[in-house]
């Protein structure tokens, strides 16, 4: 529906009538003996609000949107012979938008007039877009793992502090997801995994957990994320240490980035309250040491 939504904004307008296929986000009962199909309520709530018919296709008979598997491959064969280069897919997007744009400066194969004249007469005929966003999105109950992870687009994703909740809901967009209390706080929000595009790692809730289980740190899964000088700094082995530096630590991001403590890390533990040491740290030496010879020295 998101993709539905897209082509109705860049029309400007919504067609009359629309055929589909048997997608199952569109179609809960095909086709049959038994009737007419039958559309699933999020698909019928979408065509009521923007005011278009719906014509679905027999089960398994591509022949009946032939013309739309003909510009699917005119598309491919034309603007996909080559992999595109890409930065996302909204770049991707915006690639299409302009080359087909350009594209419509054609003859048309048939009618033999440019099909930029055929298609703003097409547009005269379109149904005005509501005045309001219509919202499309995806509302379930997200099922959790004793490691505080769920599963979203066949990928584990981590949310701290999951377990806490006795329910918790995830609402996917087409871009992103959130992870929602039954009290409407927001746990997570992030881009959804198949957009393969970079996740900020929440530092401050995850050190917040690691400072009531100190020992943690030496099993959890965002372990290997840590930038060197503060994974070393962490790995101290007496527990009450690790804990007050788990505590400097959240202090810091506060009002600093995981990159920038890391960066300027001299500089800025010296400057906030150090934790009790039964010995002064030797900060000048400290890259210099491996970790294990920084946990003796510890």
Not at 258 to 275: D, V
Request: proline share 6%.
């Amino acid at each position: 529906m998101s993709g539905l939504k897209m082509l109705f904004e860049q029309a400007g307008g919504v067609p009359l009538s629309i055929r589909i296929d048997n997608l199952s986000p569109a179609v809960k009962k095909v086709r049959g003996s038994h009737g007419e199909a039958e559309l699933t309520d999020g698909f019928a709530a979408f065509q009521a609000y923007y005011g278009f018919d719906v014509q679905v296709c027999n089960p398994n008979k591509g022949n009946e949107k032939g013309h739309v598997e003909r510009k699917v491959g005119y598309v491919r064969y034309n603007f996909f012979s080559v992999p595109p280069i890409m930065i996302d897919w909204d770049d991707l997007r915006s690639q299409l938008l302009k080359v087909l744009t350009k594209d419509r400066q054609r003859l048309h194969y048939t009618k033999q007039k440019l099909i930029e004249e055929l298609w703003q007469e097409e547009r005269k005929v379109l149904r005005k877009l509501p005045d309001e966003d219509y919202p499309v999105f995806k509302q379930t109950d997200a099922s959790f793992n004793k490691y505080s992870e769920f599963k979203l687009d066949n990928r584990l994703i981590h949310v701290p502090g999951a377990r806490k909740h006795a329910k918790l809901t995830c609402v996917a967009y087409w871009d992103i997801f959130k992870i929602i209390t039954e009290d409407g706080e927001v746990l997570l929000s992030d881009h959804r995994p198949y957009l393969e595009k970079r996740r900020l790692i929440p530092w401050y809730e995850i050190l917040k957990i690691w400072r009531t289980k100190p020992r943690v740190v030496e099993h959890s899964c965002y372990r290997r994320y840590l930038p060197p000088r503060i994974l070393n700094y962490l790995s101290v082995k007496d527990g009450r240490q690790r804990q007050e530096r788990i505590e400097q630590m959240i202090s810091l991001l506060i009002q600093h980035e995981m990159n920038e403590i890391e960066e300027r890390f001299y500089e800025l533990m010296t400057a906030s309250p150090a934790p009790s040491h039964p010995y002064d740290v030797e900060w000048s030496q400290y890259d210099a040491l491996q970790p294990e010879q920084q946990e003796v020295q510890s």
